[in-house]
C-alpha cells in the first residue's frame, strides 16, 4: 500500500500549482479524502475534503475560492489545484485518506509548496 503526493515546488504569488495524491494497492474513491497543510512552527490544518459517499467538497475558509479538491478515479488519484496562491500558503500539503471504522487514516509523505517571490 502506499500513497504519495506530488506537485509540490516554488511559486510566485499569483501562481497557481497542481497537487497530487496517487495511491496504489488501494482505492482512493472508497474514501473520503483530506487535504492538509504544515508550515514551520505552526499545527497541521485541514484544507479541503472531497466525501466518498457523493464527493461533496468542503474548504478551510482561507482557502475558499482559490483551491479546488477533485478526483481521478481511472487515475487513482486526487488533486488539489491551488490558484492565486499566496505566501501565507507556504506549507507542507499532506493527503489522508480516512479509512473511518475501518481503521487509523493513511497520512502521505507530504510535498513542499513555497509561495515568494
Known amino acids: 500500500l502506499q500513497l504519495v503526493e506530488s506537485g509540490g515546488g516554488l511559486v510566485q504569488p499569483g501562481g497557481s500549482l497542481r497537487l497530487s495524491c496517487a495511491a496504489s494497492?488501494?482505492?482512493?474513491?472508497?474514501?473520503?479524502i483530506g487535504w492538509f497543510r504544515q508550515a514551520p512552527g505552526k499545527e497541521r490544518e485541514r484544507v479541503s475534503c472531497?466525501?466518498?459517499?457523493?464527493?461533496?467538497?468542503t474548504y478551510a475558509d482561507s482557502v475558499k475560492g482559490r483551491f479546488s479538491i477533485s478526483r481521478d478515479n481511472a487515475q487513482n488519484t486526487v488533486y488539489l489545484q491551488m490558484n492565486s496562491l499566496k505566501p501565507e500558503d507556504t506549507a507542507v500539503y499532506y493527503c489522508?485518506?480516512?479509512?473511518?471504522?475501518?481503521?487509523?487514516?493513511?497520512w502521505g509523505q507530504g510535498t513542499q509548496v513555497t509561495v515568494s517571490s
Open positions: 489522508l485518506v480516512d479509512r473511518g471504522v475501518v481503521g487509523p487514516p493513511y
Open positions: 472531497i466525501s466518498s459517499s457523493d464527493d461533496t467538497t
Open positions: 494497492g488501494f482505492t482512493l474513491a472508497y474514501y473520503t
